[in-house]
């Protein structure tokens, strides 16, 4: 018998506001100023706050940690677009849209100083899971969470966000086929920033999109431009209504860029050109949002002045908060490990205070 065609797939790339402002007013989403402006002023804090952990980590008053420059617009549009009884699942580069969604700004300061406590969140209502440092183990989390809360009657959608280079570990495939299986209320965010660390995008996958790894599973996908706020809003809120109506996942794949390093433990000049991060710079978020906003009539430098420095303000006083005393237990990480003692944490543990004590008799 010959052979025959059986399926056909494509996928879609949606962008409404382009690397110079240009706005497709066709596909313009119905947002009030104040919506606008609001996620203006989260990029905007968000942008603060990434800008001077970056100092502080070089000044050695904080410890290592992944900048989440130019990637703004991904998790903070979503953020304000979920309910308060929806699941916010992270990877560890989605700092607006954990202050968009409650979390104070001296967390993130804690838990890259090596502190635990900056897990700890102010109301257990907030439905913010931890940093996943893991490479991909939030996917498994994020279906879990959504299947539990579809089987508790919530009206609850898990968001899971992931980068470019968790889509080749085998948790993000195990999770999107349980979640298409099973219909369960979950939306897919690969914020698709062209390198794995050092390894670019080209070639730590032969998919010509990574939208497209959604096919195979029977979840529909999309593509869009990730430094649009326009069009990041538009796909969150298509997603988030489908699995309200139990229509299973979606998975969104947001191009963007990593303008910084993987963490400021690495070197991005020696694995990439200048010339490649400058031609970024331009299309980078806040810029074209700046003149969206500018040409709509809805902002100007008069506003911006005293935005920056309100921004700069609340990051400061998150700062001294962030490095006044503490009567936190240096070592309390080490009695959380497992439920029982066990002889290898145990050793590090004695290490560790053994370490404490010599400091502290140098001064």
Known sequence: MPRKQIAKFSVQHLQILDENGKLDAKLEPKLSEDELLEIYRWMRLARELDERMLKLQRQGRLGTFPPNTGQEAISIPVALAMQDKDWFVGAFRELGGRLVRGEP?????????????????????????????VIGCQVEHAVGLAWASRYKGEDSVAVCFIGDGGTSEGDFHEGLNFASAWKAPVVFIVQNNQWAISMPRQSQTASGTIAQKGIAYDIPCLQIDGNDPLAMHVAITEALDRARKGEGPTLIEAVTYRLMMHTTADDPKKYRSEEEEKVAWKKEPLLRFNKYLKDKGFWDDAKEEPLRGEVKAKVEDAVKEFESPKDWQQ????????GTEHAVIAEQHKDFLGNVEREADHG
Not at 111 to 118: A, F, P, T, V
């Open 105 to 133: 700004l001296t967390s993130t300061l804690y838990y890259y100083n090596g502190w635990e406590e900056g897990n700890i969140l102010p109301n257990k209502d907030l439905r913010i899971i931890p940093t996943s440092v």
């Open 331 to 338: 070592d309390d990480p080490f009695k959380h490990v497992f």
